[in-house]
């Protein structure tokens, strides 16, 4: 039996391939960097690009991310052959996102059938680790071919 | 006395400038259709720069769309000279972002000294007229050289 | 036919049902004002024995009541033989509920086979009309026998 | 020097006799178990005066307490002669608070001069310790004179 066909690696796989297949991921330069069993981290980083109106990052470029990072947190505990879509999430913003490099880390609170509750945090990691922003998210998760919630 | 020189054109013509330095909103696509009294409307479009994994519009080009709407609406009613942060925000999605055109709505609802409350709305416009995802904000309202919340 | 057992009559006999059902809403002083299709609304008055540290209304009063709205007017747009569980809610306080009596009303503004999104607002009634609270809440609806979400 | 007048002291003293003042805490049994340094736990208990309609302590009890321990908890690092007013929350409710006795934490998570953002939990502690719910919440700090924000 290959390693690679035990169904966590098939969830990993899978992940990737989703997350590969995210063209906004990439226009924000978003790397998936570890995809564990309800755990997820996304790193990213400043760019002239993604700026609001006094130079920091935009809010809406954490946000983004750290949905995704809690939207694949669900999908790595979710059975075989589903789909996550964000129902909701709630973020706080701590202080602005002056720095250079940030990680996003989303995680599993309640893994029900049907619903996933997730949090997620987006840190400052240069050039002074901190935590910028929180969120708070509900995941819907249906068969591939079921009708939407 | 020049009609350009009203505090209310005044108003409009600093948040436009505002959004204009904003590279996020611009990387987005992110066109400001409307300045009201509290009240501001930007519109965008479904491109390939801003999917999710199954095709349809990013969340996050949303949410960061209709926090900027929300944002310039309360500084639409702040005191000249001063600056509006996102303190937090929270959005439902109702529906997958599948249309070609969309338009975010901010507007206040609370407008005090310090903070002010807003609810923005998206809306797909074409193909089909209807509601993909409302918002409700707080942002804080501080003077320009005052030291951050 | 007896005009009590159309399908809209039992809808609201079994919200009336289960309101009296909560002794919470008893003790808040909570009246099921009215049930419509996907809208309800409920009263309440100051109470000495419901406030906070400035004899204002405790937050926690009108938010119990209007995610009691909420999940009702969920409840009132949902099969037969459902049962409707509140996963989220996020509230906005306007300004400290000064007044002696309040309405609350909850809507649904999308309704899902599995999940309702609905929002809600607190209203002063007297002595001034004003909105003191709003709500944007997430629900989910379930087969009574099924397993919890 | 009387240790009861420490700066801490004052702190703790005030925010009992704060919520001793809150008549809605006593209605619901709350107890105050302990006061920290942005860190705030109250206890509570199962009562036939707090149920929802399926025999579960209401959705809104949970709230409303943890809502108070955020609050406490922000007072507690709030300069003396300041007021603590609850901005919003946002909670998610894992499961059924089926249990008979509880404990809602609050604890700040930014402390700024006019705004902290808190994070609250709800434990359910018997028969079965588990969290039941959550909360993200933003308070905004006042001097006791000042106007409303």
Redesign the interface.
Known sequence: MNPDDTPRQIAIDKIRS??A????M??LGAELLEVGNGRVRIGFSRD???????GFL????A???V??ACGYAALSMAPVGS?V????????????ASGLTFEAIGEV??S????M?C?GKVFEVSPSPR?VA?M?A?M?VQAVSA???
């Open positions: 989703s997350f297949r995210q063209s906004f990439q226009t002239e690009r993604l700026l609001q109106q006094h935009h809010a809406g470029v946000t983004a991310i949905d995704s789909e879509l964000t129902i909701e999430f709630k973020s706080n913003f701590l202080r602005p609170i309640k029900g059938k049907s619903v509750v949090e935590l929180t708070s509900t819907f009708s939407h919630a």
